[in-house]
T-cell receptor, first 112, second 115 residues
Framework: KQEVTQIPAALSVPEGENLVLNCSFT??????LQWFRQDPGKGLTSLLL?????REQTSGRLNASLDKSSGRSTLYIAASQPGDSATYLC???????????FGPGTRLSVLP | EAGVAQSPRYKIIEKRQSVAFWCNPI?????LYWYQQILGQGPKLLIQ????????DSQLPKDRFSAERLKGVDSTLKIQPAKLEDSAVYLC?????????????FGEGSRLTVL
C-alpha cells in the first residue's frame, strides 16, 4: 500500500529565501507525481505534474524534481514571497487514470 | 475552460441528518473523484468513477455514504445518516482519461460541519 510523507510539517521563512519542500513515497513504481497548493478554505491548485519518465518540471519560480529509485521528490521555491504562504501537498498515482495518494502537506509561511 | 464546480460550499447539519453534495467536472473529463479531507490531513479517496462506472470505492463507508454519476457527467455524494466524524471538506476532482497526462484538477470543495 502506497504511503506518502512530507517533511517538514510546517516551515516559516523570511521573504526572499529559497526553500525546499520534501515528499517521500514508499512504492517507487509510480506513474505520476503531482504537487498542489492549498490556500485556507480553498480547494487544491495544481502546480506541477511530473511523469515517471521525467526527472524534473519547472514553472516560474517553482522547480520539482523526481527520484523514483529513492522514492523522493522535492519542490524548490526560489525567492519566496508572502503570497507563497499556503499548504503544499504532493500526491502520487501508481498507474495512468488511477487514484492519487496524498501526503499530509507542508504548511509554509513566508514572512514579510 | 471552466473548472470543476461544486455546491454547496458550506453546509451545517446535526448528526443523523442527511446531506448531498454536487459536482460538475471539467468538460470532457471521463474520470471523477470524490475525496474527503479532514483538517490538517491530506485528501483521502472516497470513490472514483470512470464515465458512469465505479473504479474504486474501497474506502467509501457504504453503510452511510453513497455516490452516483448519472450519464457520466455530474456526480452527487450523499451522507445519510451523518456522524460527528464526517465533519470535513469534500473535494471533487476530475482528470482526462483519454488524452493528456492524467493531471488532477480540483474544485473549491464543500465544507461540512456536523453538530
Amino acid at each position: 500500500k502506497q504511503e506518502v510523507t512530507q517533511i517538514p510539517a510546517a516551515l516559516s521563512v523570511p521573504e526572499g529565501e529559497n526553500l525546499v519542500l520534501n515528499c517521500s513515497f514508499t512504492d517507487s513504481a509510480i506513474y505520476n507525481l503531482q504537487w498542489f497548493r492549498q490556500d485556507p478554505g480553498k480547494g487544491l491548485t495544481s502546480l506541477l505534474l511530473i511523469q515517471s519518465s521525467q526527472r524534473e518540471q519547472t514553472s516560474g519560480r517553482l522547480n520539482a524534481s523526481l527520484d523514483k529509485s529513492s522514492g523522493r521528490s522535492t519542490l524548490y521555491i526560489a525567492a519566496s514571497q508572502p503570497g507563497d504562504s499556503a499548504t503544499y501537498l504532493c500526491a502520487v498515482s501508481q498507474n495512468y487514470g488511477q487514484n492519487f495518494v496524498f501526503g499530509p502537506g507542508t504548511r509554509l509561511s513566508v514572512l514579510p | 475552460e471552466a473548472g470543476v464546480a461544486q455546491s454547496p460550499r458550506y453546509k451545517i447539519i446535526e448528526k443523523r441528518q442527511s446531506v448531498a453534495f454536487w459536482c460538475n467536472p471539467i468538460s470532457g473529463h471521463a474520470t471523477l473523484y470524490w475525496y474527503q479531507q479532514i483538517l490538517g490531513q491530506g485528501p483521502k479517496l472516497l470513490i472514483q468513477f470512470q464515465n458512469n462506472g465505479v473504479v474504486d470505492d474501497s474506502q467509501l463507508p457504504k453503510d452511510r455514504f453513497s455516490a452516483e454519476r448519472l450519464k457520466g457527467v455530474d456526480s452527487t455524494l450523499k451522507i445519510q445518516p451523518a456522524k460527528l466524524e464526517d465533519s470535513a471538506v469534500y473535494l471533487c476532482a476530475s482528470s482526462s482519461y483519454y488524452r493528456g497526462t492524467g493531471e488532477l484538477f480540483f474544485g473549491e470543495g464543500s465544507r461540512l460541519t456536523v453538530l
